[in-house]
Nanobody, 126 residues
Framework: DVQLQASGGGLVQAGGSLTLSCSTSGFTLDDNGIAWFRQAPGKGREGVACITRSGGRTYYADSVVGRVTIFSDNAKNMVHLRIIGLRPEDTAVYYC???????????????????WGQGTLVTVSS
């Protein structure tokens, strides 16, 4: 079974940084990737960043370019999301998800991801 577990959330002051981690297991295909989504209070879920397993292509939401880095440790089946310059509007529950056939057009679509982790809360204080 595919399993994902997100961790690393917490309370951070504005301007600070945080690294979220996603532990993954149960993958058998190469044409897949891991994405981070977030859901702020009262808002819908949005894609933040994605990394593909084969080739290590990365995709980022325009709203986080320059502040977010997604990277993987394939040997440990981990995917991390580094966020710097945190802002109060980054406050959200962050989810990692596994999907397939990811490209520049598809990576931010929730329906592209059949498997989701439980989410980790990031709260940024002003």
């Amino acid at each position: 079974d595919v399993q994902l577990q997100a961790s690393g959330g917490g309370l951070v002051q504005a301007g600070g940084s945080l690294t979220l981690s996603c532990s993954t297991s149960g993958f058998t295909l190469d044409d897949n990737g891991i994405a981070w989504f977030r859901q702020a209070p009262g808002k819908g879920r949005e894609g933040v960043a994605c990394i593909t397993r084969s080739g290590g292509r990365t995709y980022y939401a325009d709203s986080v370019v320059g502040r977010v880095t997604i990277f993987s440790d394939n040997a440990k089946n981990m995917v991390h999301l580094r966020i710097i310059g945190l802002r109060p509007e980054d406050t959200a529950v962050y989810y990692c998800a596994q999907g397939r056939y990811l490209n520049d057009d598809t990576w931010s679509r929730e329906r592209q991801y059949p498997y989701w982790g439980q989410g980790t809360l990031v709260t940024v204080s002003s």
